[in-house]
């Protein structure tokens, strides 16, 4: 069955819509065009995407081919029909922006119905030419890379920010990076963005099981990588369970090559459920005594949750000789070798004050070198596997704490 969404402000055409299908559409609130896909998904209270959008245009006709523009970029399986009286120009600037069929504000009933059947069959045409070859093989699916810290302020998330976009450089618009710091995340500051949609409305209504609905949700920074922000409000991470970020990252990894997850510090439930999921770990630990032995604590503790995966990346924040600590000191304390040392630096507080990740603005200083080594580390296979440890445990799909 044909899924169509109508939007208009007309009662009348409403009604008409109505006779025309026996009911079998979805009437949008009667309230302006939306401005977006994702404000028009919103409406939809949880339901599936629809198959043909019929935008009313009778008041705002460029706003709705702007609308249409946008439905025709991202969800190209859409078939839009716009509601507009016929102008001289008006075929022209409807066929540019993807519309499929045009109806007159006045149409009969037997009219729309013709109208709806032929945006029905242009849907289906769509879907078959947008949709993947069939196969008896499993759909590919991405890496989904975790940056892991047992504490905080530590720079996990300037880590996860620049091998994000360093990932984003490799693949263009094939990377996604997750906040799932939900009470306190800032990803958003770290990337000088102000997001319309956050996590919390992407685990929630259509996003949540449509990924055609959750592309429009997420925020597009300037060097091609998409993003999911945290909440803005710490209360907001009562709304997410762990359950939505499993069902959130499987979609996502079926959809982008690379998935980078900037976890809150220690085990959270969200992070843990992010763990049954990854396929590579960034482990991040400053040097220093107190962030070294709890780095120590989260190994141990994950090989007893069978939640290490052999693709793992031991990273060193802050590293200083100054500290009284050395690279072998932290290696005989958490039981692995230490693969990158990323310095201490003037130019990554600069970095995170301006909102402009080192790898976005290029450089040559030993940070940005280093960071540039862990994106290659993620993008060459013959560097991408580290051997596990003898002492630690096989990995195991999925957790066992419990049972």
């Avoid at 409406?43 to 523009?69: I, K, M, N, R, S």
């Avoid at 998409?226 to 939505?244: F, K, L, N, R």
């Amino acid at each position: 069955m044909t899924r169509i969404a109508l939007a208009t402000a007309s009662a009348d055409l409403e009604a008409r819509f109505r006779a025309a299908t026996g009911g079998a559409f979805l009437p949008l609130p009667p309230a302006p065009l939306p401005s977006n896909p994702a404000h028009l998904f919103a409406q939809l209270d949880g339901a599936p995407a629809p198959d043909v959008v019929v935008l009313d245009a009778e008041l705002a006709v460029d706003h709705a081919l702007d609308l249409a523009t946008l439905l025709d970029e991202q969800c190209p399986q859409i078939a839009v029909v716009l509601v507009a009286e016929h102008g001289p120009d008006l075929g022209l600037a409807a066929m540019r922006a993807g519309v499929r069929d045009i109806l007159h504000p006045q149409a009969e009933i037997a009219e729309i119905q013709s109208v709806l059947d032929r945006a029905a069959l242009a849907a289906q045409a769509l879907a078959h030419t947008v949709a993947p070859a069939s196969s008896d093989a499993p759909p590919a699916t991405g890496r989904v890379i975790s940056v892991l810290s047992p504490k905080g302020g530590v720079g996990k998330t300037t880590v996860a920010t620049n091998l994000a976009v360093g990932l984003a450089r490799t693949a263009p618009n094939s990377t996604v990076l997750v906040d799932l710091d939900a009470q306190f995340g800032d990803v958003a500051t770290a990337l000088d963005l102000a997001p319309e949609f956050t996590l919390a409305d992407v685990v929630h209504g259509s996003a949540a099981r449509d990924s055609m609905v959750l592309k429009t949700f997420l925020t597009l920074h300037e060097t091609g990588l998409h993003v999911i922000c945290g909440p803005p409000s710490p209360a907001a991470a009562d709304t997410i369970t762990s359950e939505d970020v499993s069902q959130l990252l499987q979609m996502l990894s079926l959809e982008f090559r690379y998935v980078v997850v900037d976890t809150a510090p220690g085990l959270s439930e969200h992070t843990l459920a992010a763990l049954d999921r990854t396929t590579d770990h960034v482990l991040l630990t400053s040097m220093d005594v107190p962030g070294v032995r709890g780095l120590r604590k989260e190994l141990d503790t994950l090989a007893e949750l069978g939640m290490l995966t052999p693709a793992r990346h031991v990273v060193v924040n802050f590293a200083d000789k100054r500290g009284g600590l050395s690279v072998a000191d932290v290696e005989a304390t958490i039981g692995t070798k230490v693969d990158l040392r990323l310095p201490v630096s003037p130019a990554t507080r600069v970095a995170t004050n301006k909102g402009v990740p080192l790898l976005q603005s290029g450089g040559r200083d030993p940070v940005t070198k280093q960071l540039r080594r862990l994106v290659e580390r993620l993008t060459i296979p013959e560097t991408v596997t580290a051997q596990p440890d003898p002492d630690s445990r096989p990995p195991r799909h999925g957790r066992r704490r419990g049972r």
